[in-house]
T-cell receptor, first 110, second 112 residues
Framework: DQQVKQNSPSLSVQEGRISILNCDYT??????FLWYKKYPAEGPTFLIS?????DKNEDGRFTVFLNKSAKHLSLHIVPSQPGDSAVYFC?????????FGKGTSLLVTP | DGGITQSPKYLFRKEGQNVTLSCEQN?????MYWYRQDPGQGLRLIYY???????QKGDIAEGYSVSREKKESFPLTVTSAQKNPTAFYLC???????????FGEGSWLTVV
């Protein structure tokens, strides 16, 4: 049973605009969330994380928002750049391993 | 440079054969993981090990085996019992829970 869900398999955004990637989770015990970026045939690379004691974490163009009551988090990329085109995975730390969503493929067009 | 090394990058296996994927890390991380990625499936946990000489099954452990004889090494064996072994396999490690998990570059396994 998927505990971390990314319901949008793909997203297309114009360069310079905001990309918003969404993630929902079902287990209220999750207290640490991460976003990973992945290019084809490569391992995922860490992007940004957020602890459940916060509702927002910002790092340059990337901001992650956490809504604990809704069990929802989102990743905002502003402004989006063509190099951001990749698959983005949301993950939740269960205490012994990371549970990943199925990923959202982001395409940033010039 | 510290990191996680997976080998081989590409591997072809005949049906009925076992194959072992190597994963080595020099980050002095305690915990190591194996994930499998299939199109549209995200990353699914196969096995994990939090300390040497101990490992646990993940969500899709059937047809796989692992060992953790050394802290830096966590090899994965894909046995002939694994019905759909063709996939992209990712090894990862973490210092401890709550820290960032680091991934290797991945290994492509194709059964022919």
């Amino acid at each position: 049973d998927q505990q971390v869900k990314q319901n949008s398999p793909s997203l297309s955004v114009q360069e310079g605009r905001i990309s918003i990637l969404n993630c929902d989770y079902t287990n209220s015990m999750f207290d640490y969330f991460l976003w990973y970026k992945k290019y084809p045939a490569e391992g995922p690379t860490f992007l940004i994380s957020i602890s459940s004691i916060k509702d927002k974490n910002e790092d340059g163009r990337f901001t992650v928002f956490l809504n604990k009551s809704a069990k929802h988090l989102s990743l905002h990329i502003v402004p989006s750049q063509p190099g951001d085109s990749a698959v983005y995975f949301c993950a939740a730390d269960s205490g012994y391993a990371l549970n990943f969503g199925k990923g959202t493929s982001l395409l940033v067009t010039p | 440079d510290g990191g996680i090394t997976q080998s081989p990058k590409y591997l072809f296996r005949k049906e009925g054969q076992n194959v072992t994927l190597s994963c080595e890390q020099n980050l002095n991380h305690d915990a190591m993981y194996w994930y499998r990625q299939d199109p549209g499936q995200g990353l699914r946990l196969i096995y994990y090990s939090q300390i040497v000489n101990d490992f646990q099954k993940g969500d899709i452990a059937e047809g796989y085996s692992v060992s953790r004889e050394k802290k830096e090494s966590f090899p994965l064996t894909v046995t002939s019992a694994q019905k759909n072994p063709t996939a992209f396999y990712l090894c990862a490690s973490i210092l401890s829970s709550g820290n960032t998990i680091y991934f290797g570059e991945g290994s492509w396994l194709t059964v022919v």
